[in-house]
């Protein structure tokens, strides 16, 4: 049973263009989501967050939209460069349930920015 | 600021043998969680260490047992191995901090177990 579902195994986009990369969870305890993105050999290195209070975060080239009702995040990269490609993994906690933060992740979406 | 750093990097073993991953914990945070990530997989929580005590674990068997020390290093170990077992291991570790706050997790590069 997937908690969190990336769809999509892979992704290719021009350089300066966007990248938009998705996300679905089932689990309404979930409160907060994060972003990873992962090159190989490396572990998998923090992007960027979002409490469920909130609807959007930003930065820089980065942003998170968090869509609640229907249960969806998504992540866009503007503009989109060709060190961005990496496989980049959503990932979700319960917060609020004290200091057990175990991250719940998807399969990955391997991004592919071509120059 | 030194990372999180894991040994050994790759680790191949025989089924039913018995491994031990290790993993240092970045300067300054005090939990460590330890994932499994299968080929083609996200990575799969195994277990939380907070103050030498498990704190919280994922569905996985006893045989899965760990350790964190008082410098909040920690070992992950596996008894009984099996083929399932082949995967990468990761650590990660943050700073638990007050209430209310979020700290993120920093992983390290892991560790590649093959079991044969």
């Known amino acids: 049973d997937q908690q969190v579902k990336q769809n999509s195994p892979s992704l290719s986009v021009q350089e300066g263009r966007i990248s938009i990369l998705n996300c679905d969870y089932t689990?309404?305890?979930?409160?907060?989501f994060l972003w990873y993105k992962k090159y190989p050999a490396e572990g998998p290195t923090f992007l960027i967050s979002?409490?469920?209070?909130?609807d959007k975060n930003e930065d820089g080239r980065f942003t998170v939209f968090l869509n609640k009702s229907a249960k969806h995040l998504s992540l866009h990269i503007v503009p989109s460069q060709p060190g961005d490609s990496a496989v980049y993994f959503c990932?979700?906690?319960?917060?609020?349930?004290?200091?057990?933060?175990?991250?719940?992740f998807g399969k990955g979406t391997l991004l592919t920015v071509n120059p | 600021e030194t990372g999180v750093t894991q040994s050994p990097t790759h680790l191949i073993k025989t089924r039913g043998q018995q491994v031990t991953l290790r993993c240092s914990s970045q300067?300054?945070?005090?939990?460590v969680s330890w994932y499994q990530q299968a080929l083609g997989q996200g990575p799969q929580f195994i277990f939380q260490?907070?103050?030498?005590?498990?704190?919280g674990r994922g569905n996985f068997p006893p045989r899965f047992s760990g350790l964190q020390f008082p410098n909040y290093s920690s070992e992950l170990n596996v008894n009984a191995l099996e083929l399932d077992d082949s995967a990468l291991y990761l650590c990660?570790?943050?700073?638990?901090?007050?209430?209310?706050?979020?700290?993120?997790?920093?992983f390290g590069p892991g560790t590649r177990l093959t079991v044969l």
């Open positions: 990660a570790s943050r700073s638990e901090g007050q209430p209310g706050t979020y700290n993120e997790q920093f």
């Open positions: 689990n309404s305890m979930f409160d907060y």
């Open positions: 979002i409490s469920s209070i909130k």
């Open positions: 990932a979700a906690s319960v917060r609020s349930g004290g200091s057990n933060y175990k991250l719940t």
């Open positions: 300067s300054g945070h005090n939990t």
């Open positions: 260490y907070y103050r030498e005590e498990e704190n």
